[in-house]
């Protein structure tokens, strides 16, 4: 199932802004990669141009080369909408569809697929999902319920759930605790630790301590200044970085001195 | 210092807030109440001039034939004009309201909303004029060659009208009469789809429409019904337009395309009110009152329906 993401040289822009400059950068299969750095640095950015979620922005572009299994992300001929169909992705804040039921909303994408399921099949679909995102136990009573009925951390799982359902080969995720309680924070931790063993994950994170509990490899993003383009500084296995980065700012960084 | 500044600050707050806060309270109070006496007042005047109207023996009400006689063609007229228009310009409505907000290029879009707002100020008499002049004639053509293939429907049984000024040519008019208010509100709702809903769908891999299908239609379900509601109350009390297109003979029929049309309330009004005296005059405003009626319950309607959809998605 997992894949592994080459990215080398890659430049995102917005508009004329250079957003990232000249990232090259390897996101092992059956891994967690971690981006960390401060704001505005560019990590977001690099993280939705993984699965071509960049380019909804109007005016927004990117330079150079994501390969995924042999093939370029951004080749010519290469649907985006198919590419965020292997590539999966859980935002910042958990934005189940509000009109829909739970299992519709684990449903959402594989309906997209245009399959037909009959209720047995769709009933499995979901109930796989829900029990990889470890929410079955809390939901299973109350599926025809709208997912906007669960709490903060429910729904974040329902989120991951409904981009589990669709069977992609690698999961984005942009802060995905970011608007969670600890004990939620944890669930998506654990969470995140047997996804691993199917999944490539690249998560971006703002919690240092987070980066380090759940990575396997750690990448440290950086800006010269407002208005500059950011750069990758650094990266490795988590242990290392953590402890003896080779880059000064990494270890600035990383120890709190900034940002 | 600091502390003691902001403490005294807080006081003077509070101090000048207990003058406020009641002065504006009572301020939208009042402003609230005023709406509440215009209706009332409004309702009070239709039901004392309409009295007498209601209590006539039906010999003395134009046509000779009772009130309800009287009425019943003129409320069929109305419900099927406002019905035919609102099938028109509904679905072209949103339409226009989806391609501004997902799919033109902002230059385009703001182009074509700023062409939508304009029609909204166009005066109304100014679409009974083209109604009659221009569109009339033309859709005379396509009524007899309505009525010629498609004559075995009802709906086109003719015999085709040849001035073209039928039920038809005035709900086309109040159509374009009624997009400009569906398309603008329509258009905002859809721009308040929330991003991450957007993205949430886009992320799945859906395409545009199937992205639309999925965040920004059931988000904004509720606000386009409120947007065709809107349109309904003009396309039911539009009069001059109605009143220049239609040629009435009072019939109530679901033939669109004949000689044969029943008249609108707010046309009939506006026609016959000059020469009216008497008796006559208690009839058109008892019309007035069913007109006002009408308008009501639709919009009672609507509400309800919007309320219990909103319930049943538990949002």
């Not at chain 1, 950015?45 to 071509?52: G, I, V």
């Not at chain 2, 909303?113 to 083209?130: E, H, I, K, R």
Request: net charge neutral.
């Amino acid at each position: 199932m997992a894949k592994t993401i080459d990215v080398s040289d890659l430049d995102i822009y917005y508009g004329s802004f250079k957003a990232v400059e000249d990232v090259t950068l390897t996101m092992a299969s059956r891994s967690v990669t971690a981006l960390i750095g401060p704001s505005g640095c560019g990590k977001s950015s690099f993280l939705r141009s993984l699965n071509r979620m960049h380019e909804v922005i109007p005016g927004a572009r990117v330079e150079g080369k994501v390969i995924m299994d042999g093939r370029g992300l951004y080749d010519v001929d290469v649907d985006p909408v198919l590419v965020r169909r292997d590539i999966g992705m859980v935002f910042q804040r958990p934005n189940p569809f509000p009109t829909m039921s739970i299992a519709d909303n684990v449903l959402a994408g594989k309906r997209l697929n245009g399959k037909r399921m009959n209720r047995a099949e769709a009933a499995e679909i979901v109930e796989r999902a829900l029990v990889s995102a470890n929410l079955w136990n809390e939901v299973k009573d109350r599926l025809r319920k709208p997912g906007a009925s669960l709490s903060g951390g429910q729904q974040q799982r329902l989120c991951i759930a409904r981009a589990l359902a669709v069977e992609p080969q690698v999961l984005l995720m942009d802060e995905p605790c970011s608007a969670l309680d600890p004990i939620s924070t944890t669930a998506i931790e654990d969470l995140i630790h047997t996804l691993k063993e199917r999944y490539t994950i690249v998560i971006v994170t703002h919690n240092m301590q987070q980066a380090a509990r759940v990575s396997d490899t750690t990448a440290f993003f950086n800006l010269a200044g407002a208005g500059r383009p950011g750069h990758l500084i650094e990266s490795g296995s988590t242990p290392k970085i953590f402890s003896t980065p080779d880059n000064p700012a990494t270890e600035a960084y990383i120890s709190g001195r900034f940002g | 210092m600091w502390s003691t500044g902001t403490a005294t600050q807080q006081t003077s707050q509070t101090g000048r807030r207990t003058v406020a806060d009641p002065f504006f309270a009572g301020l939208t109070r009042a402003a609230a109440t005023v709406i509440l006496l215009a209706l009332a007042g409004v309702a009070a005047f239709l039901c004392s001039e309409a009295w007498p109207a209601v209590t006539a023996p039906s010999d003395r009400i134009a046509g000779g034939d009772g009130l309800v006689a009287y009425l019943w063609p003129l409320v069929f007229g109305t419900l099927l004009a406002a019905a035919l228009a609102l099938a028109i310009s509904a679905p072209l409505a949103i339409g226009v309201a989806l391609f501004i907000s997902h799919f033109a290029p902002r230059r385009l879009a703001l182009l074509i909303s700023y062409v939508v707002d304009l029609l909204a100020a166009v005066p109304s008499v100014v679409y009974g004029l083209w109604g009659i002049f221009y569109l009339a004639p033309k859709l005379s053509h396509i009524y007899s060659w309505l009525a010629d293939h498609v004559g075995w429907l009802p709906l086109f049984a003719g015999p085709a009208s040849v001035t073209g000024r039928t039920i038809l040519t005035a709900g086309v008019v109040l159509a374009v009469m009624t997009l400009p208010v569906i398309s603008a509100l329509s258009r905002e709702v859809f721009l308040q789809t929330p991003r991450l809903q957007e993205e949430a769908a886009l992320a799945l891999g859906a395409t545009r429409w199937e992205m639309i299908r999925m965040a920004v239609l059931p988000q904004g379900r509720s606000g386009v019904v409120s947007a065709t509601m809107l349109g309904l109350g003009r396309a039911l009390g539009e009069t001059m337009a109605v009143a220049l297109v239609l040629s009435a003979s009072g019939l109530v029929t679901f033939n669109l395309i004949s000689t044969d049309n029943p008249s609108t309330i707010a046309a009939n009004i506006a026609l016959q009110f000059p020469e009216a005296t008497g008796i006559q005059v208690n009839t058109l405003v008892a019309s007035g009152l069913a007109l006002f009626v009408i308008t009501f319950v639709v919009n009672f309607a609507a509400r309800g329906l919007v309320a219990r959809s909103s319930k049943s998605e538990g949002s």
